[in-house]
């Protein structure tokens, strides 16, 4: 999917404490029965090179199975995955973030990640798909989670970001000539758009990061989903102030752009602050609705 190449499986599993134990249980077991199996055998006897390759074959085979059964997936596991793979991916971006950092942050081994995802590649396709589904595996998906076709994780993004462009208020708005209330109509549209993104916060700060490493991302995030919004809020506010419905707008573009900034500034960007304002969510929500509405609207 991207320009750096791809952390290969296998790098070395790590496994939890149960499965290493069991491992043990298992070698000393077959090392015992190797043991008989020999005694049994009369001195002088030449060992058929069959057999004995049938044994260890048997002995190895019967050991990787049971290490790979032994490794158990605790219930919140891929859910604690996306979470701080989500944190990776958005503090690093998707160039920089290796699968040892999203390992560290899980608190596992390395390799232990590869038994839940194949690549860098799926673990980004994972969180694209799930950052911000608060119930993201009430089916628990076949492990380890394959590696996406090239180009499914740009279609999906592609596909949600249509879906979810333009807010129902607006669409309603531009499709609207008599307008008996123009601040409830903005208060609205703000209301809404507030709201999808606060809903979609983790999304659109991966989105905003990793677009940096991703052209194609980058031309569907801020040409195609960030400038389509800005392009009709620009034409909603252009055609109410032009109707005197709103306050008269030296340039209705910029005005769209400073409304959607300060919008995603407090519903996204703000939680990711160095140095953040501890402010209630509520609270920011409703004094972002009243500032851009009383800014606008006419009294």
């Given at each position: 999917m991207g320009p750096q190449s791809l952390q290969q499986r296998g790098e070395g599993h790590g496994g939890d404490e149960s499965g290493a134990s069991e491992q043990l249980k298992l070698r000393f077991a077959h090392r015992r029965r190797v043991q008989r199996w020999v005694s049994a055998t009369p001195v002088g006897t030449r060992l058929c090179p069959d057999a004995l390759a049938g044994l260890l074959t048997d002995l190895v085979g019967q050991l990787y199975?049971?290490?790979?059964?032994?490794?158990?997936?605790?219930?919140?596991?891929?859910?604690?995955?996306?979470?701080?793979?989500?944190?990776?991916?958005?503090?690093?971006?998707?160039?920089?973030?290796?699968?040892?950092?999203?390992?560290?942050?899980?608190?596992?081994?390395?390799g232990t990640l590869y038994l839940y995802v194949e690549s860098k590649d799926a673990l980004f396709d994972l969180v694209a798909r799930c950052a911000d589904d608060e119930r993201p595996f009430e089916t628990p998906p076949p492990l380890p989670i394959r590696t996406p076709k090239p180009g499914a994780?740009?279609?999906?993004?592609?596909?949600?970001?249509?879906?979810?462009?333009?807010?129902?208020?607006?669409?309603?708005?531009?499709?609207?000539?008599?307008?008996?209330?123009?601040?409830?109509?903005?208060?609205?549209?703000?209301?809404?758009?507030?709201?999808?993104?606060?809903?979609?916060?983790?999304?659109?700060?991966?989105?905003?990061?990793?677009?940096?490493?991703?052209?194609?991302?980058?031309?569907?995030?801020?040409?195609?989903?960030?400038?389509?919004?800005?392009?009709?809020?620009?034409?909603?506010?252009?055609?109410?102030?032009?109707?005197?419905?709103?306050?008269?707008?030296?340039?209705?573009?910029?005005a769209a752009r400073l409304l959607i900034e300060t919008v995603v500034f407090w519903a996204v960007h703000r939680h990711w602050d160095p140095h953040p304002q501890p402010v209630d969510d509520c609270v920011a929500k409703e004094t972002v609705?009243?500032?851009i509405v009383s800014a606008l609207a006419k009294e």
């Amino acid at each position: 999917m991207g320009p750096q190449s791809l952390q290969q499986r296998g790098e070395g599993h790590g496994g939890d404490e149960s499965g290493a134990s069991e491992q043990l249980k298992l070698r000393f077991a077959h090392r015992r029965r190797v043991q008989r199996w020999v005694s049994a055998t009369p001195v002088g006897t030449r060992l058929c090179p069959d057999a004995l390759a049938g044994l260890l074959t048997d002995l190895v085979g019967q050991l990787y199975e049971s290490s790979v059964m032994a490794r158990t997936v605790p219930d919140d596991r891929l859910a604690r995955l996306v979470e701080c793979a989500t944190q990776v991916f958005i503090e690093q971006g998707y160039r920089r973030t290796q699968m040892a950092d999203v390992a560290k942050a899980l608190g596992v081994a390395k390799g232990t990640l590869y038994l839940y995802v194949e690549s860098k590649d799926a673990l980004f396709d994972l969180v694209a798909r799930c950052a911000d589904d608060e119930r993201p595996f009430e089916t628990p998906p076949p492990l380890p989670i394959r590696t996406p076709k090239p180009g499914a994780t740009l279609k999906y993004v592609r596909e949600r970001l249509a879906k979810n462009q333009v807010p129902a208020a607006l669409a309603a708005a531009l499709g609207r000539s008599r307008v008996p209330d123009p601040r409830a109509e903005l208060e609205g549209i703000v209301r809404e758009l507030y709201d999808a993104v606060a809903r979609n916060r983790r999304g659109i700060k991966l989105l905003d990061r990793s677009a940096r490493d991703h052209p194609e991302l980058a031309a569907l995030w801020f040409e195609g989903a960030r400038g389509g919004l800005m392009a009709l809020l620009g034409q909603y506010l252009e055609a109410r102030s032009r109707r005197k419905l709103l306050r008269p707008l030296p340039h209705p573009a910029v005005a769209a752009r400073l409304l959607i900034e300060t919008v995603v500034f407090w519903a996204v960007h703000r939680h990711w602050d160095p140095h953040p304002q501890p402010v209630d969510d509520c609270v920011a929500k409703e004094t972002v609705v009243r500032f851009i509405v009383s800014a606008l609207a006419k009294e």
